[in-house]
Every structure is written in structure tokens, then in C-alpha cells.
């Protein structure tokens, strides 16, 4: 369905925005 897909996008925005504000060591260095 298409609002799966505006769904994952704007999880993957929100992912982005977030990374912003906490570095990746935040988070162990974790990537994807």
C-alpha cells in the first residue's frame, strides 16, 4: 500500500534527522 511506502520514508527521514542530533558513537558506533 502507498502509505507503507510514505511510512518508510519518513522513518528514513527521521533516521537522518536524528543521526544529526546524536552522533553514531552514541550509539556504539552502530552503522545502518
Known amino acids: ?3 507503507h511506502f ?3 520514508l519518513a522513518r ?3 533516521i ?3 543521526r544529526t542530533l546524536v552522533p ?3 550509539h556504539g558506533g ?3
Open 6 to 8: 510514505f511510512a518508510y
Open 30 to 32: 552502530r552503522r545502518g
Open 1 to 3: 500500500m502507498l502509505l
Open 16 to 18: 537522518n534527522w536524528w
Open 12 to 14: 528514513g527521514a527521521l
Open 24 to 26: 553514531a558513537d552514541a
